[in-house]
């Protein structure tokens, strides 16, 4: 090749490094630009853009891989036997209450068939009923009249003294009558309302109140001994506020003119008084009355007999009371202050 050759030849190649390297400012990324833009050959061109050199990374450990890769299963295997026996368990209660849906109502086996009641006072009947569909499911009713009182927890009567009673998830049905009257006796019915309706007939006792005078009606007594009359109150719904005792139509006390004379009471469910005479003579035969505030009164008649009679004596003995040691105390401090007294 000539001498002017390699002249133009080197210019036309300076011009286009020129252009190029224009080039290489505008596109710095490409990787056939850097290798020409560098000046020189490959070496510049790692020098001038270094390549990262490999990452390090933690060994693998296939033991320790493969014994995650075994528990992940066993707890796989954990969570589908958890929510297997949850499956289960919620079936076996859907059945339970399946059961329990399809099973009748019944009455308790040891239900009590009776009840007394204090007139006055109140009387609870309880039925009891297992496996009952809902609250309204049990009534009561008035066997006389089969008048319903109740259902469920509802009185279904004017009569205010009537009041059903029943808890949520109870098996107990109570009916309570508040201040009992002698016509509440007799038959009430407890009900289910299944097909057929199933009943369980209770009775009712009323109680009425009464008055005695032990002994009576007749009592007999030597003359100068210890007279000693005893009026007992039974069935009261509670005690009386006053005991009053009469000799004919006279009221005595401890402060009859008689003397000698002691009254002691004992109270409770059943109340007692005791009249204590000292010294019976004959002004003292007649009848005597033991009244009890708002009850019905209880008489006995009191013969005093000079020895003749011992036998009858003896013979209505037995059903005079003798005041409890409390009273007995009481009575014998009363008779011997009235003794030092005379």
């Known amino acids: 090749m000539s001498r002017g050759a390699d002249v133009g030849l080197a210019t036309i190649v300076a011009s286009g490094n020129s252009a190029l390297h224009a080039t290489c400012h505008k596109q710095p990324s490409l990787t056939s630009t850097l290798a020409v833009c560098a000046k020189g050959g490959p070496e510049d061109v790692e020098a001038a853009y270094p390549l990262a050199g490999p990452t390090d ?28 026996g949850s499956l289960e368990d919620e079936r076996g209660e859907d059945e339970d209450m399946e059961d329990l849906e399809d099973e009748d109502p019944y009455f308790d086996a040891l239900m009590v068939p ?16 297992h496996a009952a569909k809902s609250d309204k499911s049990v009534t009561w009713l ?28 109870s098996s107990e049905w109570t009916l309570r009558i508040k201040s009992v009257q002698l016509r509440d006796q007799g038959n009430y019915e407890c009900q289910i309302t299944t097909k057929p309706i199933r009943t369980f007939t209770v009775f009712l006792n009323v109680v009425e109140p009464w008055v005695e005078v032990l002994g009576s009606p007749d009592i007999y007594v030597n ?14 719904p509670y005690p009386p506020e006053e005991i009053t005792w009469y000799h004919g139509n006279q ?34 035969i007649g009848t005597f009355t ?12 009191l013969h005093v007999l000079e020895g003749e009679h011992r036998q009858a004596i003896q013979t209505n003995s037995s059903c005079i009371r003798v005041p409890s040691l409390a009273a007995f105390i009481i009575v014998t401090a009363i008779l011997a202050s009235c003794c030092v007294v005379c």
């Open 223 to 236: 003359r100068a001994s210890m007279i000693n009359l005893t009026c007992v109150v039974h069935h009261a």
């Open 57 to 84: 990374l933690t060994p693998i450990n296939s033991t320790r891989l493969i014994e995650t890769l075994v528990d992940g299963e066993e707890e796989e295997g954990e969570i589908e036997d958890e929510d297997a």
């Open 290 to 301: 033991c009244q009890p505030e708002g009850m019905t009164p209880a008489t006995a008649n």
């Open 114 to 129: 009776s009840y007394t009641a204090y007139l006055g006072k109140t009387a609870t009947l309880t039925c009891i009923v």
């Open 251 to 284: 009221s005595i006390n401890y402060t009859s003119s008689r003397g000698g004379v002691s009254v002691v009471e004992e109270r409770g469910e059943t109340t007692t008084s005791f009249l204590l005479l000292q010294n019976a003579r004959a002004s003292d």
């Open 142 to 169: 008035r066997g006389r009249d089969l008048r319903i009182l109740t259902v469920g927890r509802y009185t279904y009567t004017t009569d205010l003294r009537f009041e059903a009673l029943h808890q949520e998830s």
